[in-house]
């Protein structure tokens, strides 16, 4: 009570003050979006939630003949322009957003600031602002100064649940060929010069980003700009000054779509397969050669695991081969390690002081993603999943900085 008393008092002064200032209406005329010029016609009053409770403005106000709208010079100037909320409880709404689901962040908001944002108020405010976060993302590409003397591209992507109507016309992995999820693209850059006790690259403190949306990687010879997503890794890594490292590391799980994009956008990049996965791969062979439960799956994977590390891939894909018209897993699996062989040079690899492993990646589609976009119940359209995508991947960068810290709380 003392402290709602306490910042609605506070509330009341910052409005007397600003109410009483009126030289944003000392033009009589002031030019409109549209070209034309607007015309002063009064003052109107409009509701501003900010971070120390509901607050009245008085303001002047311009009506344009020309195009039918108006607008309020101290709106702009407060950033509040078409917005209910100020700065500050904005970036709140964003920060809470991007980390709960738009219910959890309002009954937030309302317990520990005071703030009567509702669920859907706060859905549509952190749409919003994450849409502004994935313009400003496309329009600015700043290289960062030279830093890391290797520098990582881990690509992956991870499935979210959507609305029926984002997938019309798409095959899924229903029974009946639908499907309920679409694909999230991710990238992750980062710099591993640090080294553990046993020598093992570590990444570097401070050093991971991430950039990601529902979007299509394929760009077809008659297109005349590159895929969306392709658009946006190159934003990325160029922010990053990835072209600029010394040494430069793509990292996936073996997806044809990660190497063809190494192929053709950083072709000079060493291009590493994921052990993990690469031994998971393995594992799975074994199963299928003997069963789950047996225990000679167990010891032919650890033996393949053991090769793997060796370097003696070539022992790996004839153990495959050795299988391959019995058990269609080793075939596949075959062809997958052939494929890949030159990415999956381990022994090299770890010699040269390079990380082997996509867990920087791995753990972003689990927490980045998965832990706001998958939460039970959660149905998204693409559109509100990307702004989303945009607050949780660059939200802490860019929220912040983009809000005029002068304006209203």
Same mark, same amino acid.
């Given at each position: 009570m003392v402290r709602e008393t306490a910042l609605g008092t506070a509330a009341s002064l910052l409005s007397a003050r600003l109410n009483a200032d009126l030289s944003d209406g000392a033009e009589p005329r002031l030019p409109c979006a549209c070209g034309a010029d607007a015309r002063r016609s009064g003052r109107r009053s409009k509701? $501003? !939630?900010?971070a120390l409770g509901p607050l009245t403005l008085e303001r002047a106000w311009? @009506? &344009?003949? +020309?195009? /039918?709208?108006?607008?309020?010079?101290?709106?702009?100037?407060? =950033? $509040?322009? #078409?917005?209910?909320?100020?700065? #500050?409880?904005?970036?709140?709404? /964003?920060?809470?957003?991007?980390?709960?689901?738009?219910?959890?962040?309002?009954?937030?908001?309302?317990?520990?600031?005071?703030? +009567?944002? /509702? %669920?859907?108020?706060?859905?549509? @405010?952190?749409?919003?602002?994450? =849409?502004?976060?994935?313009d400003d993302e496309r329009d600015v590409v700043e290289p960062e100064p030279a830093g890391a003397a290797t520098l990582y591209l881990g690509l992956d992507g991870t499935g979210i649940p959507v609305r029926r109507e984002e997938t019309e016309g798409r095959v899924g992995k229903q029974a009946d060929g639908s499907g309920k999820t679409r694909e999230v693209k991710l990238s992750t850059v980062w710099s591993a010069e640090a080294r553990d006790a046993e020598g093992r690259p570590v990444r570097d403190a401070g050093s991971v980003s991430h950039n990601a949306a529902i979007e299509s990687i394929? !760009?077809?010879?008659?297109?005349?700009?590159? +895929?969306?997503? $392709?658009? =946006? $890794?190159?934003?990325?890594i160029g922010r990053r000054g990835f072209f600029g490292a010394a040494r430069r590391v793509v990292l996936g799980d073996g997806a044809p779509w990660i190497w063809n994009f190494a192929d053709e956008h950083v072709p000079d990049a060493i291009q590493i397969v994921d052990v993990f996965h690469a031994k998971q791969h393995l594992f799975d062979v074994a199963k299928a050669i003997y069963g789950p439960e047996n225990d000679l799956a167990a010891q032919w994977g650890k033996v393949r695991r053991d090769q793997l590390d060796l370097g003696r891939l070539d022992l790996v894909i004839e153990e495959l081969a050795r @299988?391959?018209?019995? &058990?269609?897993? %080793? %075939?596949?699996?075959?062809?997958?390690?052939? !494929?890949?062989? +030159?990415?999956?040079?381990?022994?090299?690899?770890?010699?040269? #002081?390079? &990380?082997?492993? !996509? #867990?920087?990646?791995? /753990?972003? &589609?689990?927490?980045?993603?998965g832990g706001r976009m998958k939460q039970g119940g959660m149905h998204w359209s693409v559109d509100g999943a990307n702004a989303v995508i945009a607050l949780r991947c660059n939200g802490n960068l860019m929220v912040m900085g983009t809000l005029n810290p002068r304006s209203l709380s």
């Open positions: 509701t $501003v !939630t900010t311009y @009506h &344009c003949g +020309a195009c /039918g709208s108006g607008f309020g010079p101290r709106d702009r100037a407060l =950033r $509040v322009e #078409g917005r209910s909320l100020s700065p #500050g409880a904005l970036r709140m709404v /964003g920060v809470t957003a991007a980390e709960l689901s738009f219910e959890k962040s309002s009954v937030l908001l309302r317990e520990l600031a005071g703030l +009567a944002v /509702g %669920a859907r108020q706060v859905e549509r @405010h952190a749409e919003a602002l994450g =849409r502004e976060i994935a394929a !760009t077809r010879d008659t297109d005349r700009e590159l +895929a969306p997503f $392709v658009r =946006r $890794v190159l934003r990325e @299988h391959a018209d019995r &058990c269609p897993e %080793a %075939a596949r699996n075959m062809t997958y390690f052939k !494929t890949n062989r +030159a990415r999956m040079d381990y022994p090299r690899f770890r010699e040269q #002081g390079l &990380c082997v492993s !996509t #867990g920087v990646v791995e /753990g972003a &589609c689990k927490s980045v993603i």
